[in-house]
């Protein structure tokens, strides 16, 4: 596709469950970045990747939070034992190259009831 | 704490006049900073950059102006249309990949 896609668009879970969320980047573009969006404040980077490796995992909140590429092209974010704090509207960001503008997905918005 | 900062969470304009978005930073390091516009149910959408090596960017109706040892940047929207209405994300960078995001200015444009 044109865009960064993500699905699902929206997922509401029980506290406790597990749950993934996929991302799709822009054709090419080797790095491939996830951010959360809490109400009222601006997205906040969990991870970045360069091809296939995490470059940057620095912002990813504790262990319950994974993030995967395993070919380089797809990614999936996956939470463990998912709690209310988590609910957020999670994007995908992917850029070409290093000094140059990320293209974000509609974002994936969870919520943890 | 915060290294980007948005201190204007709303701002309200006529059409046809200037738009004027804020933003400051704290963090010496940063050197490429984005403006980020974002519609409701939507992911933000690229608007402008500017390198820490200028001090102003300009692309149509949208301006980017630096000032570096003020920690300051800040976004012209002339003239203003009602499309331009959404949330305007102010996002740096520097010595890593990660951008920095301000909490965001709601712009809405009068008709």
């Known amino acids: 596709g044109a865009g960064v896609s993500q699905t699902p668009s929206n997922k509401v879970t029980e506290k406790g469950k597990y749950v993934e969320l996929r991302c799709d980047p822009i054709?090419?573009?080797?790095?491939l970045y996830w951010y959360r969006q809490s109400l009222g404040q601006g997205p906040e980077f969990l991870i970045y990747f360069q091809g296939t490796g995490a470059a940057d995992d620095s912002g990813l909140p504790n262990d319950r939070f994974f993030a995967v590429r395993p070919e380089g092209s797809v990614s999936t974010l996956k939470i463990q034992r998912t709690e209310r704090g988590d609910s957020a509207v999670y994007l995908c960001?992917?850029?070409?190259?290093?000094?140059?503008?990320?293209?974000f997905g509609q974002g994936t918005r969870l919520t943890v009831v | 704490d915060q290294q980007v900062k948005q201190n204007s969470p709303s701002l309200s304009v006529q059409e046809g006049r200037i738009s004027i978005l804020n933003c400051d930073y704290t963090?010496?390091?940063?050197?490429?900073f984005l403006w980020y516009k974002k519609y409701p149910a939507e992911g933000p959408t690229f608007l402008i950059s500017i390198s820490s090596i200028k001090d102003k960017n300009e692309d149509g109706r949208f301006t980017v102006f630096l000032n570096k040892s003020a920690k300051h940047l800040s976004l012209h929207i002339v003239p203003s249309q009602p499309g331009d209405s959404a949330v305007y994300f102010c996002?740096?960078?520097?010595?890593?990949?990660?951008?920095?995001f301000g909490k965001g200015t709601k712009l809405t444009v009068n008709p």
């Open positions: 963090n010496s390091m940063f050197d490429y």
């Open positions: 996002a740096a960078s520097g010595g890593s990949e990660k951008l920095v």
């Open positions: 960001a992917s850029k070409l190259t290093v000094n140059t503008e990320a293209f």
């Open positions: 054709s090419g573009h080797t790095a």
